[in-house]
Nanobody, 126 residues
Framework: QVQLVESGGGLVQAGGSLRLSCVAS????????MGWFRQAPGKERVFVAG????????YYADSVKGRFTISRDNAENTVTLQMNSLKPEDAAVYYC???????????????????WGQGTQVTVSS
């Protein structure tokens, strides 16, 4: 089992920045990919960004490309999402997720992820 705990959410004005962190514990050696998803009220959970735990390759949703940066610290078992130039439409609950599948590209389908954090709220005021 892998446990994921997110932190760093909050309220920010449009154009501002937030930094989300996710700490993994447990069987972290089984993690192949870490991803961030978000879910706004009444909407589906959607992919935001992902990073391969080993090689560090990344992939972003078009909606956040150029504004968000995902990174990882393997020694600290932490993945971070730096969010800049935030827009009101970025407001959502953000979830950290872990995928154990080694021989796969960074998945954008939430069903492909095996473990989830509890989520952290991001609110962006206009």
């Amino acid at each position: 089992q892998v446990q994921l705990v997110e932190s760093g959410g909050g309220l920010v004005q449009a154009g501002g920045s937030l930094r989300l962190s996710c700490v993994a514990s447990g069987r972290t050696f089984s993690i192949a990919t870490m991803g961030w998803f978000r879910q706004a009220p009444g909407k589906e959970r959607v992919f935001v960004a992902g990073i391969r735990w080993g090689g560090g390759s990344t992939y972003y949703a078009d909606s956040v490309k150029g504004r968000f940066t995902i990174s990882r610290d393997n020694a600290e078992n932490t993945v971070t999402l730096q969010m800049n130039s935030l827009k009101p439409e970025d407001a959502a609950v953000y979830y950290c997720a872990a995928d154990r599948a080694v021989f796969r590209r960074i998945a954008t389908d939430s069903n492909e992820y095996d473990y989830w954090g509890q989520g952290t709220q991001v609110t962006v005021s206009s």
